[in-house]
């Protein structure tokens, strides 16, 4: 974040391109890879770069296009799908913040928004629940972190092993390098080239869907 | 609010909240019921991290890569940003609201409070008021207000009814639910909910087909169905 102001303040506009440009072609270092997006959200943010924006442009918005046709079933939806989000970006990235998750999930929670709220508007209601009500962008008060640690017992039930075969396969594949292999979730997140956040996440989903499914053994 | 919430939506309710594929009525439930719970909270936050990484995995076709977004791009960024003003005014905390009935006021969850502020005139049949929401023509969202020691007769549901604890407290055959519980009642439950003599309870209530009274003279109640519905 710093960096990047930093470098908006003395670079001229090619000089940044540059930057940008290089730091999208370097895949070997994953702390650089994960950060492109939200340092192109940072800078479209801070002074409405163009080039950022354009960058995050031509990533997103294909695979936003690919992502409505199979919703909507049709490319006209799906092109109007992508230019609202795309333009939601655009406007509202000030309101981005890195902290509640990386650049991809705001931009997919921004799409899912939009994609809610032209299906409800297709059936042309003025007083209707919108996308707003039901998705609350912003933080809700800190709440006391509750440890996974006394899971490491119930983990070892024999009884779950079936339920940890049926959990869905990215979840799996975390819960097996951090229980069985026992890799730190750093280093889970260099080796499947997912943000740190991602891994953790996929960890407590994870512990929840075995205590549902262990619940039910027990009734 | 201490009260620890007990009954959630689950995991499969949630997905589809997150994925955005609920019927409006239910994910303004689910909506509400997080905005009670941080249990939820947190669960909704990771799904939404999970989920959003399959973005990341979509299949770019040749053609997309390469269709002419020029146009687009330049429509987009002629456009203004938003002000600092809207902007401070979005990062404030979650809003909430309040309704009053039987002279008792309610504070009400972020989710609820736009459409609550818009809610119909209160409807009394006994110790029990409902208001509808208005959320459109086939749904049926409505505050349901129950005053203390009074039993909602004993009843059958045609559709689905999910009840969520605004305040107060209700029990029925199952169990005591508080502030955030969230009851799903399927067609083949029965029950009879009711409040505790010293307490009485607002709910939000979301029922995809009218409620069918079962014993004797409340059966009477059956042409009074639509005043829940």
């Known amino acids: 974040m710093l960096e990047t102001t930093a470098l908006t303040g003395h670079h001229d506009a090619s000089n940044r391109q540059k930057r940008i440009t290089q730091r999208m072609t370097i895949t070997t270092d994953n702390e650089i890879r994960t950060g492109q997006w939200e340092d192109a959200l940072t800078l479209v943010a801070l002074n409405e770069d163009k080039l950022a924006y354009a960058e995050l442009f031509k990533y997103f918005a294909p695979r936003l296009k690919a992502f409505g046709m199979k919703m909507f079933g049709n490319e006209q939806q799906a092109m109007e799908m992508v230019q609202d989000a795309m333009l939601n970006v655009w406007r509202k990235a000030r309101l981005f913040d890195a902290s509640r ?14 994609r809610f709220d032209m299906l409800r508007k297709k059936q042309s209601r003025k007083d209707d629940i919108s996308a707003d009500d039901l998705w609350f962008d912003g933080d809700y008060p800190e709440q006391e972190s509750n440890s996974s640690e006394h899971w490491d017992t119930i983990l070892m039930s024999e009884k779950l092993a079936p339920h940890f ?32 956040g991602t891994v953790k996440s996929r960890i407590r989903l994870a ?9 039910d053994t027990r009734s | 609010m201490t009260h620890a919430v007990k009954f959630h939506p689950g995991l499969m309710l949630l997905e589809q909240y997150v994925e955005g594929s609920l019927s409006a009525d239910v994910a303004l439930a689910v909506s509400a019921h997080i905005d009670l719970c941080p249990h939820c909270q947190q669960l909704s936050h990771d799904i939404t991290i999970d989920q959003a990484a399959s973005l990341g995995e979509q299949n770019v076709s040749a053609h997309d890569e390469q269709q002419d977004w020029q146009q687009m791009v330049d429509f987009i960024t002629s456009q203004p940003g938003l002000s600092a003003a809207s902007v401070q005014r979005s990062n404030a905390l979650p809003q909430v609201a309040s309704v009053t009935v039987n002279g008792r006021t309610f504070e009400i969850p972020r989710a609820l409070s736009r459409l609550a502020e818009k809610h119909n005139k209160w409807l009394q049949l006994g110790g029990i008021a409902t208001a509808k929401l208005p959320t459109g ?21 045609l ?4 009840t969520l604890v605004l305040a107060g407290k209700i029990v029925d055959e199952n169990g005591e639910y508080g502030v955030g519980d969230l009851l799903i009642n399927s067609p083949d439950d029965t029950h009879t909910p009711r409040t505790l003599a010293d307490e009485d309870c607002l709910c939000l209530s979301v029922l995809s087909a009218p409620l069918k009274f079962n014993k004797g003279l409340t059966r009477l109640l059956n042409p009074l169905q639509q005043f829940f519905y």
């Open chain 1, 101 to 114: 998750g990386c650049a991809s999930t705001w931009i997919f929670t921004i799409a899912r928004n939009v």
């Open chain 1, 165 to 196: 075969d049926a959990l869905p396969p990215a979840q799996r594949m975390v819960m097996q390098k951090v229980y069985l292999e026992e890799k730190s979730h750093q280093e889970v997140s260099d080796e499947l080239a997912i943000p740190l």
């Open chain 1, 207 to 215: 512990l929840d869907r075995l205590r549902e499914a262990f619940d």
């Open chain 2, 137 to 157: 023509e086939k749904q049926h969202v409505s505050l349901l207000y129950i005053d203390k020691g009074t039993e909602v007769p004993n009843h059958t549901h």
């Open chain 2, 159 to 162: 559709g689905l009814e999910m």
